[in-house]
């Protein structure tokens, strides 16, 4: 169970680093539908993460993780779930 939960925060925070990298690209003005529109303050990356409680360092992090290619994020996988494994023995 604790390997499982390891994983889990793994792809979690893996999640994370992406939203959070893909924040500076984001434009000014969103939609939800093609015929309602409405504006968007464009913030900064610290002002939208602080406002969603998240501290940048953890974000920065997270974004470090994101950008791990997909065979090595499988192997940081495998080593957290050994560690936790070994750690509950």
């Known amino acids: ?3 499982d939960i390891a994983e889990y925060n793994l792809y979690a925070t893996r999640q994370m680093g992406m939203i959070s990298e893909a924040i500076e690209r ?4 969103q939609h939800t539908k093609p015929d309602v529109l409405f504006t968007v303050e464009k ?7 602080k406002e969603a409680g998240i501290p940048i360092k953890q974000a920065y992090e997270a974004e470090k993780l994101a950008a791990v290619p997909e065979e090595e994020f499988a192997a ?3 080593e957290k779930r ?8």
């Open 43 to 49: 913030k900064s990356k610290v002002e939208t993460l």
């Open 82 to 89: 050994e560690a936790e494994a070994i750690q509950n023995l």
């Open 76 to 78: 940081i996988i495998e």
């Open 26 to 29: 984001m434009p000014a003005n």
């Open 1 to 3: 169970m604790q390997q």
